[in-house]
């Protein structure tokens, strides 16, 4: 149990944004023990007794790094702890399953195959939760990465978990003998050399990256509102967006581009057929009149009304006191003079909260969605990653909050042509806490993937300006009411990680699913010998 307990321990204790993420390299060195330990001793151990610990030990590291999400909803915390530590530890049984069937042939290495294929299928379901994959652990380093342009977090899950199983091998036969033998000393040398390799090849792209110079002045909004204070009267509405507008007025300047206000800015929402008498609109167009190359992206609730026999998607609901229904969106508008409204509608929705999972199949019981905080239902959503395109052809993708944690499904704003990434998010639901501050910290993450530089505006903080190599270039303070401003630099070419997604992670799944079958056919050899 020790064990188990200290790579929790290890992996809280190296995660950002303050965390020491070097510890990562040793965090998973107890589990390595801890196992071989069980499968030495198998006849007194059944496999169940290690995916036990290994659970207890990932409900350690999710507890001590995802606690805040209780501000949220305290229901939804849990169940995201309990139930992500589970699916963590599957892997690592499913090692050890093939240790004990295939003797010999699947050793450790395996739990990087069923690793890797574990993150891509848990951000693909509807259960999906990337907070924690083991590739964030860099998001403070960027200068660490900077190959992530090539492999995504995926590389840094395999760089994190070749160093622990070469320095436990290291450790192993050092235990064993008591002193390195060959083998010992083979895999400590390859370890310095796995640790050491990549992060020379990741500062020489760092000191050698050059933004190739496309600039756009950006003004990023952050008003500092409480999400649990709702605006309940006109005059709070009027209060709010005439201050918005007020913090851009107080940033701008004649080369301004854009201005970026952050999720659900517009504290009323957009019903879609009336788009253009929303007050939020108004003073918005008003505002863009009298600076007319001012294009504003903002978060806003979006509301698509139905008429009555019109076909309903699954999402709809009805409209009180009228036979027609409605689906709301969780969404970001863009608003450029002389043009219509240009919409986003959030992607990837928020599993409890946003979403019920399976809402299809389990649409009668979407009551339980209030126990988690959310809403009786689902919002709606786009499949494909909507990019907005100005009238001078610039080309701007805009994630919703959560969003922005996915690598793969972010490379879907490149594959639509994205010179600029905007993130408008709202943090300020899990209070003064480490989750803002992670978030913050993922953004560098999609820039190095994607090579493209990111404007992230937060209700309630951290707003930041992100360069093309990680870098954060101007930032806010939490729940701090102000704007800030500067240039970026688009950016139109590709890399290898955005034409391609997670391919680590689809190729680990292929062949996690051979040693699946492989460990399969060996139990129904055994079983049909005994």
């Known amino acids: 149990m020790l064990y188990s307990l200290c790579t929790g321990l290890f992996l809280a204790l190296s995660w950002p944004a303050r965390g020491l993420p070097f510890l990562a390299f040793v965090a998973f060195i107890p589990l390595f023990l801890l196992e071989d330990h069980v499968l030495t001793h198998r006849k007194n151990y059944r496999s169940i007794v290690f995916l036990m610990y290994a659970w207890l030990g990932f409900f350690v590291f999710n507890l001590l790094t995802t606690w805040w999400i209780m501000f949220a909803t305290l229901p939804g915390m849990v169940v995201a702890v309990v139930l992500n530590s589970f699916f963590m530890a599957i892997p690592w049984w499913l090692m050890h399953l093939g240790r004990r069937l295939v003797p010999g042939r699947q050793g450790s290495l395996s739990v990087i195959f069923f690793w890797l294929s574990f993150e891509f299928l848990h951000g693909s379901w509807e259960l999906s939760w990337s907070w924690l994959d083991i590739g964030n652990v860099f998001a403070a380093y960027p200068a660490w990465v900077q190959w992530y342009q090539v492999t995504g977090t995926a590389g840094g899950a395999i760089w994190v978990l070749v160093v622990n199983l070469m320095l436990f091998f290291g450790l192993k036969h050092y235990l064993k003998s ?68 007020d913090l851009a007025n107080s940033r701008l300047t004649p080369e301004t581009r854009f201005v970026v206000a952050p999720e659900a ?14 007050y939020a609109v108004m003073r918005i167009r008003e505002h ?137 998010t709202n943090d300020g639901w899990w209070r003064n806490t480490p989750g803002y501050r992670q978030h913050n910290q993922y953004a560098r993450l999609r820039a190095i993937e994607l090579r493209r530089s990111i404007a992230r505006s937060a209700s309630t903080g951290i707003s930041s300006f992100i360069n093309q190599r990680g870098e954060i ?5 939490w729940w701090e009411e102000t704007a800030i401003a500067t240039e970026i630099n688009r950016n139109r070419k590709i890399t290898p990680f955005s034409a391609s997604g997670n391919y680590l992670g689809r190729l680990s799944l292929f062949i996690s699913a051979f040693m699946l079958l492989q460990m399969f056919a060996q139990w129904l050899i055994t079983r049909k010998k005994q």
């Not at 270039?473 to 303070?477: L, Y």
């Open 178 to 245: 008591g002193s390195l033998q060959r083998i010992g000393k083979w895999s400590l040398g390859f370890a310095v050399i796995a640790l050491v390799v990549p992060s020379i090849i990741s500062l020489y792209i760092w000191h050698n990256y050059e933004e190739t110079d496309h600039p756009v002045h950006v003004v990023i909004i952050q008003p500092a509102e409480d999400p649990y204070e709702e605006a309940v009267t006109n005059s709070v509405v009027q209060e709010r967006i005439d201050k918005m507008i």
């Open 265 to 278: 800015a517009n504290p009323r929402g957009i019903w879609m057929h009336e788009a253009e008498s929303n």
């Open 288 to 424: 863009i009149a009298r600076n007319p190359d001012v294009i504003w992206i903002m978060g806003s609730f979006v509301y698509e009304l139905f008429e009555p026999g019109a076909s309903l998607p699954p999402e709809a609901r009805p409209l009180a006191n009228s036979d027609r229904h409605y689906v709301a969106y969780n969404s970001v508008v863009m608003i450029e003079t002389g043009r219509p409204l240009q919409y986003y509608h959030k992607s990837k929705l928020v599993p409890g909260i946003e979403r019920m999972p399976y809402f299809n199949i389990l649409k009668p019981v979407g009551v339980i969605v209030d126990a988690f905080g959310g809403i009786a239902g689902s919002l709606g959503a786009q499949e494909e990653r909507g990019v907005f395109q100005t009238a001078n052809n610039e080309f701007v993708g805009a994630a919703v909050c959560y969003e922005s944690i996915y690598g793969d499904f972010m490379t879907g704003y490149i594959y639509n042509a994205a010179e600029l990434l905007f993130i408008v």
């Open 473 to 477: 270039i101007e930032s806010t303070q």
